[in-house]
């Protein structure tokens, strides 16, 4: 999910008890950011309001109970009230730390004639985590959490039903892409994000530098850098960049990765609510100028879809994999005070060629051969011994053009 964070107070002013200040703010929030203003008059936003306080609210599961029911004609499933344990632990994945079975999930809308709900489904799994262990992956449909319907718990209240205390245990019902319904059940553990990992490679005589991002958190700008800067040390000829299974996080952690590989170019173009498009451009200067292949797959998602697609458009370095996610819109966090929060879609994004990849993706410049490795940069990944040997060849080619060109007379 591609955030923004904005912490923020309800505002007084209001003859009204506090729980019921929290539905009034809420509206205000919505009404004063949501991306789709046009919306408002189609579901008669003011009397949704009207009717959320014409309820019993004296206490704060009422408020949230009316907050919800206000939300829901919207039809924004990302826009949405979160429990005061919910945004807690959506902020935390943000600062880099998670607990539970390390699923990453968002939602799919279904096909014609399939009814209008969105389906829930794995984005990617974290590394090294309970469902990545369990061989879960990117594209799988969750059904049920301990026999509740996904459908009836929503999006959060089924990441809420995931999470839990270390050691406890979760049954969770799957439909693979490809496959049989089946059951699982995961033991819950403390997962320790690491969002940066790089390492160096060797193909073909070539000293390579290979990074994955599995996550935009606030830590990655820095691990990123300091990644680049120790292949520059070590002196490699060309980079890998792995951001298969990177569900996104945080807008402002990728524009600063994508900052640090472009040179004053476009990176992405935000829509706003008023229309408005409001470029964003890499600051004059690159950490690493070299040659570059990127990663990507169907868990590529939102902020990771951003860098992706500024790599490709800018000519920056072509995509090899899997079409990706595709999910364009951006979210703000906003805290309610009393420990909940909101998150609300504020604005639409397009790559700097003007495409909108929500719900569409973006397609590589080389479809890689199926099955997607399980293990992405691991010792067995023939996509990245794929990458590996696409680089090799860019840069062997560029040697020989340098070496006719030396040749003339």
């Given at each position: 999910m591609a955030l923004v964070l904005l912490l923020g107070q309800p505002g007084a002013g209001w003859a009204l008890s506090d729980v019921q200040q929290l539905v009034v703010e809420s509206w205000r929030l919505v009404n004063q950011g949501y991306v789709d203003p046009e919306r408002f008059e189609a579901v008669n936003w003011r009397r949704l309001r009207q009717k959320a306080l014409e309820k019993s609210i004296?206490?704060?599961?009422?408020?949230?109970?009316?907050?919800?029911?206000?939300?829901?004609?919207?039809?924004?499933?990302?826009?949405?009230?979160?429990?005061?344990a919910d945004f807690a632990s959506l902020k935390a994945n943000t600062e880099g730390t998670v607990s539970g079975v390390g699923l990453?999930?968002?939602?799919?809308?279904?096909?014609p004639g399939q009814?209008?709900?969105?389906?829930?489904?794995?984005?990617?799994?974290?590394?090294?985590?309970?469902?990545?262990?369990?061989?879960?992956?990117?594209?799988?449909?969750?059904?049920?959490?301990?026999?509740?319907?996904?459908?009836?718990?929503?999006?959060?209240?089924?990441?809420?039903?995931?999470?839990g205390p270390a050691g406890s245990r979760v049954l969770v019902r799957l439909r693979p892409?490809?496959?049989q319904e089946r059951e699982l059940e995961l033991e819950r553990r403390e997962v320790a994000i690491r969002p940066v990992r790089e390492r160096l490679l060797n193909t073909g005589g070539h000293p390579l530098g290979y990074v994955r991002i599995s996550q935009f958190s606030e830590p990655v700008p820095l691990q990123f850098r300091e990644a680049l800067e120790g292949f520059q040390r070590s002196g490699v000829e060309g980079v890998i960049l792995d951001l298969r299974n990177n569900s996104g996080g945080l807008v402002t952690a990728g524009l600063a990765s994508a900052d640090d590989l472009l040179d004053g170019q476009p990176i992405v173009a935000t829509v706003?609510?008023?229309?408005?498009?409001?470029?964003?451009?890499a600051n004059p200067g690159t950490l690493y100028a070299g040659p570059l292949v990127t990663l990507v797959n169907g868990g590529t998602a939102s902020a990771s879809e951003i860098l992706a697609g500024a790599l490709q458009d800018d000519g920056r370095s072509p995509l090899l994999g899997a079409r990706t996610f595709g999910k364009g819109l951006i979210q703000t966090l906003i805290g309610l005070g009393d420990g909940s929060?909101?998150?609300?879609?504020?604005?639409?994004?397009?790559?700097p060629s003007g495409r909108d990849i929500q719900n569409q993706g973006i397609e590589p410049d080389l479809l890689l051969p199926g099955p997607e490795p399980l293990d992405p940069?691991?010792?067995?990944?023939?996509?990245?011994q794929s990458a590996a040997a696409s680089l090799v060849a860019r840069l062997e080619a560029d040697q020989a053009g340098q070496l006719g060109q030396a040749a003339q007379p």
């Open positions: 004296q206490s704060s599961e009422d408020a949230y109970g009316a907050i919800e029911a206000m939300l829901a004609p919207l039809g924004d499933p990302y826009t949405r009230l979160l429990r005061p990453q999930l968002g939602l799919r809308p279904k096909g009814g209008d709900d969105a389906t829930i489904v794995v984005i990617a799994p974290l590394e090294d985590s309970p469902a990545d262990q369990a061989g879960i992956v990117s594209g799988t449909e969750l059904l049920r959490v301990d026999g509740l319907a996904t459908s009836e718990l929503g999006l959060e209240g089924t990441a809420a039903r995931l999470r892409a490809e496959g706003g609510r008023d229309g408005l498009i409001s470029p964003q451009q929060g909101l998150a609300v879609t504020v604005a639409r994004y397009a790559t940069g691991g010792s067995n990944d023939p996509w990245l």
